[in-house]
Structures are given as C-alpha cells and as structure tokens.
C-alpha cells in the first residue's frame, strides 16, 4: 500500500486476473500477479484497486472521495451541474466497495473528475474551478487533501501510466511530458444493466507532468468501434495528446517546435 508519506513498497497480488468478493468474479483485462500501487494504477488492475479500498475499508475510502468532490457540485459557475452519486459508507458492502474503486457503483461528472485531476496537479490542494478568471489578483483558498508526499507518488504513477509500461502510451506527446489515466467503463443499457458491447472510454490528465499549467479531460461515449478496441488507450488517449500538443504550442510550453510535427 501507498503510505502517508506517499512510498510505493507494498505489492499486492491481483490474482492473476480472477479475484472473487461478495459471490461476484472482478476481472483484470490482463492477467497480474503482485503488483505496487503504482504498477496496478498504470496497468488499470480492476482487482488492484478493489483490494486497495478493501484494505482501507469504507469509512475512509468513502470520505476520500467526497473531499476529492465527488457526489458533490464543484460549485463550477454554471447553470445545471449534477452532483452525481456515491454510495455511503453505511452501504458500502465489500462488493460495493470493491466496484467503487475501479468505476462502478459510483457515478461521476467530467468537471469532476477534472477538479480531482488538478488536486494531484497542485499537489494535493483542491481548487475549485471557475469560469471567470480572476483579474484583482486574488488567489482562492485552496483545501489539502492529501499530503504532498502522496500527491508526488500519484504524479509519478500517472507518469508511468502513460508509457509503454502503462495503458496510455497513445497519450504521450514529443517534448512535452504528460501524466494521466486511461478509464474504460461499461455504458448503462436502458433496463439498467452494464452493457457487454457499448463503452464509456475516456482519459484524464495534465501537463506538463512536473510542473502542471493544464488538466484536461476526454470522454468518448459508445465509440463506433469494435468491442475489441473500444479502450480508453485506445479512443481517448490519442484525442487528449492531440488537444496537448495544440494546446501547450498555443500557450508556449515545452518544445513547442516538436510539438508541431
């Protein structure tokens, strides 16, 4: 496990693919055995991730995630927002729990996703995110949420997932150093049931990964795409490194010449 000081020691075995909870099978789209906490984050272990929450158990998890903002408005200055939902901890059952942690039982907006994104970004300090830009100067409180140390171990999984040892190589961008995280989620038939056929794929992050100025985030929802390749390292990756590349030559970040090839 992940420490308080943010160390990375810990292996947990992911069960080479098959972990068994609450009378329901968690599948790993790769077989994994012991695995860091970093390792199961850039690899997307479904199996990973659920014996992470199980082992700090739901009081904590649940309360970690709403102060990320999720089940929640951002406060966002727009007409609308949803709030989406999480579970509380009182019926957070180990199943339950377990599907929290790698995106089901748990449901989430783009913005607040993005919010959470530029916690890591800023060091573990949650900002809430605004339509209007400042112009007297004033700088909003931010709140900590998790401490710096943990926040750096997260960039530097979120480095290594987009890489060749990770799920979101597609996302990478000549000159420019990216750190995010593919996501690839059931879509929810009309009888409300996951679908076996339809994905939700996305991916989320910033840049540059040291030193972040933008955190972005792309959705792709139900990619006309075989079942097969309908993967968020393989639908959204790609789009995000794209609007990075544009974006980081339009404000003048790294290397901006290789960015234009």
Do not use: W
């Amino acid at each position: 496990m992940m420490d308080a000081r943010g160390n990375d020691k810990s292996p947990i075995f992911c069960e080479n693919g098959a972990f068994q909870v609450g009378g329901k099978t968690i599948k790993d789209h790769t077989p994994l055995g012991n695995q860091t906490p970093s390792e199961i984050l850039s690899k997307s272990s479904n199996i990973g991730a659920a014996k992470m929450a199980l082992n700090v158990g739901a009081a904590k998890y649940c309360e970690l995630i709403q102060n990320f903002g999720f089940g929640h408005q951002t406060g966002i200055d727009l007409e609308g927002e949803s709030e989406g939902s999480v579970i509380p901890k009182e019926k957070a059952d180990d199943l339950t729990l377990a599907r929290m942690a790698f995106g089901q039982a748990v449901t989430v907006t783009p913005i607040q996703i993005l919010m959470a994104y530029g916690t890591i970004a800023n060091g573990g300090t949650l900002f809430r995110p605004s339509m209007i830009q400042d112009q007297h100067g004033i700088k909003q409180n931010g709140v900590r949420i998790i401490p710096e140390s943990v926040a750096a171990s997260l960039n530097q999984a979120l480095k290594l997932a987009v890489t060749d040892k990770g799920t979101g190589p597609l996302a990478q961008v000549e000159g420019l150093q990216i750190a995010g995280k593919t996501g690839t989620s059931q879509a929810i038939n009309p009888d409300g049931r996951y679908s076996e056929t339809e994905f939700v794929t996305s991916f989320a992050g910033y840049f540059p990964a040291d030193q972040p100025q933008v955190v972005a985030v792309v959705v792709v929802d139900r990619a006309s795409v075989p079942t097969e390749s309908n993967y968020g390292g393989l639908i959204a990756a790609p789009i995000f490194a794209e609007i990075a590349k544009k974006t980081a030559a339009y404000l003048h970040l790294k290397k901006p010449i290789a960015l234009l090839q």
